[in-house]
């Protein structure tokens, strides 16, 4: 879709509204149902492909892509990224899932034309889907520089050795690529040198997906994290991006974006929270009086409002500032929204859980899986302590320097 045949904002927010409630909310227990009946729980559940289908035909694909591909700005994103975080699993109808939006990017940014047309097109058409493979279970990955996979050349190849872990998307039947991370020059002096990234098809001899892991219980499938081992794995040297050594750098220039998508998500899951609350206030009593007439149930009614805005504004000025200077010079407000957003979310989830008291924990009301997906966002992308460092370290420089 080229921006000049795009509708506006306004109506690509009405479009996927009406959307969400025509086909979204009233499949949500029928797409669990179908889940539940897969003799595979990482296969196809079949509804999603019909509802890829019907979102194909009403023009809400791709939403995701970046302004310098045709597409919208990060702030012109956060409202529709925002819409579709109020059902998990909904962003994939649209195309606009993680980790397969930052990979698409990875593509459009760094890949030559064959890579792109062997793997960015079918990815574009839903066709397929794909991993990002950076976490490592022997060390501490918060600090990518550790990553201790093996990327060696070998003649007109490389050969990849390594285990990986909570990697989105690895146990999914439908993925095909993998990007893996992992040290071509580990002897560099230069620790950001050391590393590059390599595509790796899944059915590549000697990957294997060891496991599906869980979070809090959840196995997030059909799409998963799961552990993977690159045992001897032999790769094209086409296969490398950018180049040896542009690891870091490709990371880099991935992850940004992606953060403030995952936030812009969590806001969706804890505004739905509240509202699911608020109707519960009313209709439940407790001591003679409706839990809405109880101050302490007012208070966190409140504060959940106030919390919720106040991540949204610095969500959409995080977006607005990566749009203005790019993501490295917005890395500031990128970090204060990665600390604050995930954070926020689980608070609010909490809250509005236990207004609906032991059901809030239950499968019935989406509050439980959404608290998980804000608690394992605490660790994604950067753990919180990551962040508040390098955002301190900012700081400093800027106002002590």
């Not at 149930?297 to 959940?304: I, M, N, Q, T």
Request: with cysteine; hydrophobic share 35%; charged share 25%.
């Amino acid at each position: 879709m080229n921006k000049a045949d795009m509708p506006s904002v306004d109506q690509l927010i009405d479009r996927l509204e009406s959307f969400m409630d025509k086909h979204i909310y009233p499949n949500e227990d029928r797409y669990q149902e179908q889940l539940d009946a897969l003799e595979d729980r990482f296969s196809t559940v079949p509804l999603m492909e019909e509802l890829k289908a019907k979102a194909k035909a009403e023009g809400l694909w791709n939403l995701w892509m970046p302004r310098d591909h045709g597409g919208l700005s990060n702030e012109e994103y956060c409202p529709l990224a925002e819409i579709m975080g109020r059902v998990l699993w909904s962003p994939e109808v649209f195309n606009c899932n993680a980790p397969d939006t930052g990979n698409m990017e990875v593509f459009m940014k760094y890949g030559t034309e064959a890579q792109k047309e062997e793997w960015l097109t079918p990815l574009l058409e839903g066709e397929i889907r794909s991993s990002y493979c950076m976490t490592e279970p022997d060390v501490a990955s918060s600090d990518a520089t550790n990553v201790k996979t093996l990327i060696k050349k070998e003649g007109s190849d490389y050969i990849v050795n390594g285990r990986k872990w909570f990697i989105t998307n690895a146990p999914y039947e439908r993925t095909k690529i993998l990007i893996v991370m992992g040290k071509s020059d580990p002897e560099n002096t230069n620790r950001h040198l050391q590393q590059s990234q390599i595509l790796v098809p899944k059915d590549t001899p000697g990957v294997k997906v060891i496991r599906a892991l869980t979070t809090l219980g959840y196995d997030d499938a059909p799409l998963g994290h799961a552990e993977v081992l690159f045992e001897n794995v032999r790769v094209p040297a086409e296969n490398i991006l950018l180049g040896e050594g542009r690891g870091f750098e490709i990371a880099q220039g991935r992850l940004g974006p992606g953060r403030i998508h995952h936030c812009m998500r969590l806001i969706g899951s804890a505004q739905r929270a509240l509202e699911f609350a608020c109707r519960r206030a009313t209709e439940r009593e407790t001591f003679g009086r409706k839990l809405a007439e109880h101050q302490s149930v007012l208070e966190d009614l409140a504060k959940s409002f106030n919390e919720i805005e106040q991540a949204r504004l610095l969500t959409l000025k995080t977006a607005r500032k990566i749009d203005d200077v790019g993501a490295k010079d917005a890395r500031d407000l990128i970090a204060a929204s990665k600390i604050t957003v995930p954070l926020m979310a689980q608070t609010v989830i909490d809250r509005c859980m236990q207004i609906h008291g032991a059901g809030g924990l239950t499968g019935d009301y989406p509050m439980a899986e959404a608290f998980n997906y804000a608690r394992w966002c605490r660790q994604a992308d950067g753990p919180d302590q990551v962040h508040m460092m390098s955002l301190g370290k900012q700081l400093i420089r800027r106002y002590a320097g």
